[in-house]
Structures are given as C-alpha cells and as structure tokens.
C-alpha cells in the first residue's frame, strides 16, 4: 500500500502559537514515515493547494522545524479565504482534489478559526463524493477564543498576558501623570463578537481602584449615559480612568461603533477603531484629556510574553491531530478539555467538526459583573490557568531571535488555477 502524504495550512489571522501547531504536526508525522510521507505545506494557506503552491518541509532542519515552536506569525503564510459550497463554486473542490491526487496526499490538516473548521468539514464531505476520500482534521486556533466545546483556542492565552500586563503597565503610567496630565486611557483589543480578550484585561485589576476601571464586552449593549457616568465617578474617585473595550462593542440599533462600511474577505464587516471614537466621546461629554491606543496586530504577534500553558497546548493539538488522522478518523477536531481549575489541569478530546463549524462561543452572562463594565470571579477563575507561565524565546544582540524557513514548493503538475 503506497504510503500518502499530507497537506497541513494555516488560516485567518496568525497568533504567537500557530507556529507551534505546525512544529506538533510536522514532527510528530516525520516520527511515522511508515504511515505518512511527506508533509506539504500550503503557501499563504488553503490558496496555496488551489494555486498548487505546496511548501515542502522536509527540506527544512529538525532544528529549524523544532524553532517553530517559539517563532510568532504563520512560517509558511495564512490567508483570508473561505471556500464558497460545492453548489456555488465546484470547480474548487474539484481543483482540490485534483491537486491531493497529483501529490498522493490523503491526511489534511487545517489549523484556523470557525471559518476554517467550515472548510475543513466541507472537504471532509465533498472529497469523498468527488472520488478522492481525505481524512480532514481540523487544528484549533484563534486569539478570538470563540470556538465550540474546546475550554480554550490556542492563540488566546497568549493575548490574554499580553493584554493584562500592556494595561497594567500602561495603567501605572497614567496613574503618575493623571494630576496633571491624562485623566483617561482607552485601550482597544480585538474581539468582533465575543469579549474574551476584553475579560482577560481584567486580570489585571487585583483590588479596589486598580485599573482596568471598565471594561466594555460586544455581549454588553453600549450604554452611553451609564458608561459616561462610570467615568466622571472614576476620575473623581481615583483621579484617572482606564479601559479596556473590544473592537465589536455595539449600540442599541445593534451597529458596531465603529463600523467602517467595508467588509473582509469573509464578508465580515470591517470595523474601523472603537478607542478613537470613545475618547471623543469622552473629551466632547466629560472635558476630559485622554490617550488612547490600539493592540492591534502587536497583541496577537507577542511572543516574547507568551503564555507557556497556551505554547504547550498549541504544540500538544497539532500532535493530537496527527494521531487521530492515523487512527483512521476523519471530520474531527482536537480539543482542549479542563479537568480542574487550580492547579490547572487539561487533557484532549475529539470533537466532530459539524458541532464545531459555524458555532460561536461567547462570554458567559455571569463572567461580566451585573452592571455589564467588568470581570466577575467566575471569569477570573476561568481566565487566570491561561496566562500562566513563562517560554521565552532565544534572545541573539538583545533582540528575540526567530526562525525563517527556506519555504522552498515542489514542481507543479498540473495546469494553472486563478484564485
């Protein structure tokens, strides 16, 4: 029986974990070179099996492969595309296949989102009705952690130190210019739909008047007058002001705040900056001088604090995913399940792609205090095992030193394909 190959790619928005994902994949297939062949990897992603762009990775070093694990970003490119239905669009399917055939592949890997788990369970349908069967296995990830069933998405853990700690140290700073200086800070972190980076700014308040002062979640409609009202308390009360508020944060019509009027290349609307729009609300209703900033992609590429539980488990699901691919099983997503809260304890479970697709988790109405501007005990209790431990990456002149691949793709058999 001709051994087959496997295609792994990454997808939607890279994190400071991924990488590690792919170093769990890739070492643990070249540890069964009896069941698997050679790990191709797609460039800029699911694009690169439709344009036939397949990085291979064997060409790279085992300690180049291993320095993965500690490099930010997506090492072989992720891209922004989602697979329209068969109905739709067949012609991609049909590429697909036409390239997994060409190159003997039969295990594929996708590490990504909710977008991703949709594509990687179309595949997983269609492949086998187009004539060509392929075990898909889908590899969590997403700063955003929003995803079904898994306790946490690798990606996340990692933003949520990186966010706790910038505004805890950004907090310090305006708390020893605020009698003369700002009175308000605003810190804008990601989250469309669901608030968990947000939460975890919460971690670093640890008692009465410490910031974050407020915290404002797209589950929590933006009441302007309360929100205002909590400033002014604030600033009175402890002579500054500081906030943590997601991206997504809505009005009562439903619209985000600061709704762009463009979309993505998922179609999702395309938001514009909500700390800008919340500072002039700030300076025009209450007078007082602000500063605000956006995480941005800083909060997601931040490797240099990332959290040593969120490398482990990033590493562990891509060697997770290798596994039940060689088990035969097909359709399914590793996921983290947690044991117990303190200590921290996790382990891994299957879980069916068509419970994962298409499915978003958000916070949990008790995680956000009763009037809507903070984090409650529960959502600390469930945040604080995330962030907890140190991986630092091998520093070289001062400076975290990262690793590029040679990324170098094998020849092309078939014709060209427009994307």
């Known amino acids: 029986m001709t051994v087959k190959n496997a295609f792994y790619a990454q997808s939607g928005g890279v994190t400071a974990v991924i990488n590690a994902s792919a170093a769990g994949v890739i070492e643990t297939a070249r540890q069964?070179?009896?069941?698997?062949?050679?790990?191709?990897?797609?460039?800029?992603?699911?694009?690169?099996?439709?344009?036939?762009?397949?990085?291979?990775?064997?060409?790279?070093?085992?300690?180049?492969?291993?320095?993965?694990?500690?490099?930010?970003?997506g090492a072989f490119?992720?891209?922004?595309?989602?697979?329209?239905?068969?109905?739709?669009?067949?012609?991609?399917?049909?590429?697909?296949?036409?390239?997994?055939?060409?190159?003997?592949?039969?295990?594929?890997?996708?590490?990504?989102?909710?977008?991703?788990?949709?594509?990687?369970?179309?595949?997983?349908?269609?492949a086998e009705t187009l004539g060509y069967p392929i075990q898909a296995i889908h590899v969590p990830k997403t700063v955003d952690n929003d995803l079904p069933i898994t306790d946490c998405c690798p990606g996340f853990g990692s933003v949520a130190k990186y966010v706790a700690t910038s505004i805890r140290e950004a907090g310090f700073d305006v708390a020893s210019m605020a009698a003369t200086s700002t009175k308000v800070f605003i810190l804008e972190v990601m989250g469309r739909h669901a608030g968990w980076i947000t939460a975890a700014c919460g971690l670093a308040n640890e008692g009465e008047g410490q910031p974050p002062h407020i915290l404002l979640f797209p589950e929590i409609e933006f009441d302007q007058t309360a929100f205002l009202a909590r400033v002014d308390e604030c600033v009175k009360n402890h002579g500054y002001c500081v906030i943590g508020v997601s991206e997504g944060i809505k009005n009562s019509a439903g619209k985000f705040l600061s709704?762009?009027?463009?979309?993505?290349?998922?179609?999702?609307?395309?938001?514009?900056?909500?700390?800008?729009?919340?500072?002039?609300?700030?300076?025009?209703?209450?007078?007082?001088?602000?500063?605000?900033?956006?995480?941005?992609?800083?909060?997601?590429?931040?490797?240099?604090?990332?959290?040593?539980?969120?490398?482990?488990?990033?590493?562990?699901?891509?060697?997770?995913?290798?596994?039940?691919?060689?088990?035969?099983?097909?359709?399914?997503?590793?996921?983290?399940?947690?044991?117990?809260?303190?200590?921290?304890?996790?382990?891994?479970?299957?879980?069916?792609?068509?419970?994962?697709?298409?499915?978003?988790?958000?916070?949990?109405?008790?995680?956000?205090?009763?009037?809507?501007?903070?984090?409650?005990?529960?959502?600390?209790?469930?945040?604080?095992?995330?962030?907890?431990?140190?991986?630092?990456?091998?520093?070289?002149?001062?400076?975290?030193?990262?690793?590029?691949?040679?990324?170098q793709t094998v020849a092309k058999k078939l014709p060209p394909f427009t994307v």
């Open 259 to 407: 709704e762009s009027g463009l979309t993505d290349a998922f179609g999702h609307a395309q938001l514009g900056g909500v700390a800008p729009t919340i500072a002039k609300l700030v300076q025009e209703e209450l007078g007082y001088k602000y500063h605000w900033a956006v995480a941005d992609y800083l909060q997601r590429s931040a490797r240099h604090i990332a959290s040593k539980v969120d490398v482990d488990q990033a590493y562990a699901l891509g060697q997770a995913a290798v596994k039940i691919a060689l088990e035969g099983k097909n359709s399914i997503m590793p996921a983290i399940r947690r044991l117990q809260d303190a200590p921290y304890e996790w382990d891994i479970i299957e879980a069916p792609l068509k419970d994962v697709a298409n499915v978003e988790k958000f916070m949990p109405r008790d995680f956000i205090t009763e009037d809507g501007f903070h984090i409650t005990q529960a959502c600390r209790d469930y945040l604080s095992p995330l962030i907890q431990g140190e991986d630092f990456p091998p520093f070289k002149n001062g400076m975290p030193h990262y690793v590029t691949l040679k990324r």
């Open 77 to 126: 490119g992720s891209c922004r595309y989602k697979l329209k239905s068969l109905e739709a669009n067949r012609a991609e399917y049909e590429r697909l296949i036409e390239v997994f055939k060409a190159h003997n592949i039969g295990y594929f890997f996708y590490n990504g989102g909710g977008d991703s788990a949709d594509t990687c369970l179309k595949v997983s349908q269609l």
């Open 32 to 73: 069964h070179p009896d069941q698997i062949g050679t790990v191709y990897a797609g460039r800029n992603g699911i694009i690169g099996a439709l344009t036939e762009e397949l990085i291979d990775t064997s060409l790279e070093s085992v300690d180049d492969i291993a320095a993965l694990r500690h490099t930010p970003s």
